[in-house]
């Protein structure tokens, strides 16, 4: 049987990749192959890919930074970007954007989201708001690492939400259900992510370092 973790604990799951990017990948998929997408339309999907590539590029680099080689900023006790409040801040108003728009009034070029889209995307950058606190919450980040792990991830979503052409075939009615339920219950029954532990064995592998740089050490050091 299952049974819920405490809040902080279980809504800071709902900022794991395993959840998120297979989501995000799926809805993308059903755009680029949808009936009648135009070329537009495919080369929004490949920007919005390769944005997020991107963030999640700058994120993963600036752990090996640290882990590997301790490059930190003491001041503002940061050690890397959170890659929990980046990838809900990328992903969370995409899948919003994508799940609602066939749900608003008519969408003008230029205008994909409006009416009760843009409503879904504000409350879902409310919930990667909400999911960075959690990092706090649970001791895993700094403010200065979910702030700045949030503010990245929402960079790499705003300008695609910006960007995005009409969609010339909806998604599935069904899919913001089906999220819905895939991000309240795989948290409690999946396994824990391992990308943490993929990152140290990569700082390790560059770095020579036979141990990971700690934030302690980043303390002990003059800011």
Do not use: C, N
């Not at 819920?4 to 990948?25: D, N, V």
């Amino acid at each position: 049987m299952l049974s819920f973790p405490p809040f902080w604990p279980w809504l800071t799951r709902l900022g794991e990749a395993q959840f998120l990017l297979p989501l995000l990948l799926l809805a993308l998929v059903w755009v680029w192959r949808s009936a009648g997408a135009r070329a537009v339309q495919r080369a929004w999907v490949a920007r919005s890919l390769l944005l997020l590539a991107a963030v999640i590029a700058v994120t993963t680099a600036s752990k090996l930074a640290f882990m590997g080689w301790g490059l930190g900023w003491a001041r503002f006790d940061f050690t890397g970007f959170s890659g929990h409040a980046m990838f809900a801040a990328a992903v969370l108003p995409l899948l919003a954007g994508l799940a609602l728009a066939a749900h608003g009034p008519a969408r003008e070029p230029g205008r994909p989201w409006a009416g009760r889209a843009r409503a879904g995307i504000a409350l879902a950058y409310l919930l990667a708001a909400l999911i960075a606190y959690s990092r706090l919450k649970v001791g895993a980040h700094s403010a200065s690492e979910l702030v700045t792990g949030f503010l990245l991830g929402a960079a790499a979503s705003g300008l695609s939400l910006w960007l995005a052409p009409p969609l010339r075939r909806p998604l599935p009615r069904s899919l913001p259900l089906a999220a819905l339920a895939v991000l309240l219950l795989l948290p409690v029954a999946a396994p824990l992510s391992r990308s943490h532990d993929w990152v140290i064995h990569w700082a390790l592998q560059l770095s020579g370092r036979s141990q990971p740089f700690e934030r302690l050490e980043l303390q002990r050091e003059p800011s």
